[in-house]
């Protein structure tokens, strides 16, 4: 068997190593009322928005109160990524106490959004440069971010895809957050400034339901700690996230996934990192209480498709253009391959959330697995 390259070897020794190759959340007070969004697939496991004119990733944007702001996502890194705005972290990514219909008190439920205000919309969806009115979400939501998940080629042609939000002069909060719709964990913050109201909370009152201010700002702390934490310096090398622990192959060391001479390199090395966490995270226990194969199914396949994406990642980080035919060969040349790696990312992060939310809301048909290689 081939012994771990010294390429790997140095990448196992940067594991643990913090740094910050992604400025996440730097403040930005815009320059004008149009935003442009791009989508950054690398600094989190699903990616982050990029907004032009900001530094760093997930910026904490700064807007005027009693100003409409239109956020463009023309930017073809913007397929499979709609963006959404909540009073709350995540929106309806994530749970909130909020109140039940018609009997008093709260349950568990989707945390609040914008839009549909009874007191007018803040939010208006365009396609094709056009305001949508005659959805059922009445401000356009419900018929743009279906749009989003036909095919790249179609969805670039309906362009421009576009957001507007208009911020209320007498806005009583000082804080909300935009997001993506279809990829949950990549809310990021909004300092509202300049409101005329004669007195301001940091989150809208009127939302908060059975949470506590503390409490509903905590929703942000824990997105950003357990789904926007900094990266190694070998997952930044390499275009992953949470990869580097596989770095030094142990629990794959009579096992290699490339083999001749063209496999040890940087490239070569990435590869067989993200190879060796699949192998260990496919082999899932299968709980003797479990009555549903497609638990089992799901967890392999999250581990599949996970596995997909960081190949994926790591291509687009590292090819170049000598390695396609020139450039304007139909279907073979390095910007369909970019498309590619990008149809992989986007669509294959979005299933994994599904299975994942599949297993989180049956838990007795899932039952309890662990990893077979735990511990060794």
Not at 12 to 27: I, K, M, S
Not at 194 to 216: E, N, R, V
Not at 340 to 358: G, P
Request: net charge negative; charged share 15%.
């Amino acid at each position: 068997m081939l012994a771990l390259s010294s390429t790997a070897l140095a990448f196992a020794n940067t594991e643990g190593v913090e740094v910050a190759p992604y400025d996440r959340g730097l403040d930005c007070t815009p320059s004008g009322l149009l935003l442009k969004l791009k989508w950054n697939p690398y600094p989190s496991e699903l990616g982050l928005y990029e907004v032009e004119g900001c530094e760093g990733v997930s910026p904490k944007l700064h807007l005027k109160a009693g100003s409409t702001y239109i956020w463009d996502q023309s930017n073809e890194t913007n397929w499979y990524h709609p963006v959404g705005f909540a009073y709350i972290a995540g929106g309806a990514h994530t749970s909130c106490k909020v109140p039940k219909e018609s009997q008093g008190g709260y349950q568990d439920g989707e945390c609040p959004e914008l839009g549909g205000e009874k007191s007018g919309s803040t939010l208006s969806y365009h396609v094709n440069g056009e305001p949508v009115t005659n959805d059922e979400s009445t401000f356009g939501l419900d018929t743009y971010e279906p749009l989003f998940f036909n095919s790249q080629s179609w969805w670039g042609k309906q362009k421009p895809f576009q957001v507007a939000l208009t911020i209320p002069a007498d806005a009583t909060y000082t804080k909300i957050y935009y997001f993506c719709h279809i990829h949950a964990h990549v809310s990021a913050e909004i300092e509202i400034y300049g409101s005329i109201a004669s007195s301001t909370t940091t989150l809208a009152a009127d939302y908060l339901g059975g949470m506590t201010q503390a409490s509903a700002l905590q929703v942000f702390d824990e997105i950003v700690a357990t789904e926007q934490q900094s990266l190694s310096k070998l997952d930044r090398s390499c275009g992953t996230w949470n990869a580097a622990k596989y770095a030094d192959h142990a629990i794959c060391d009579d096992k290699h996934f490339l083999c001749g001479a063209g496999a040890r390199d940087t490239f070569g090395d990435c590869l067989e990192m993200i190879d060796c966490q699949m192998h260990n995270e496919m082999a899932v226990s299968v709980p003797s209480t479990s009555t549903s194969k497609f638990a089992t199914f799901a967890r392999q396949m999250i581990a599949h498709h996970q596995n997909a994406v960081a190949m994926a990642k790591v291509l687009s980080m590292h090819m170049e253009p000598s390695d396609f035919p020139p450039s304007g060969t139909e279907d073979q040349d390095m910007e369909w391959a970019q498309g590619l790696t990008q149809a992989i990312t986007s669509v294959q992060n979005h299933q994994i959330q599904s299975m994942q939310a599949w297993l989180d809301a049956n838990p007795t048909l899932a039952g309890v697995s662990t990893l077979c290689y735990d511990g060794q």
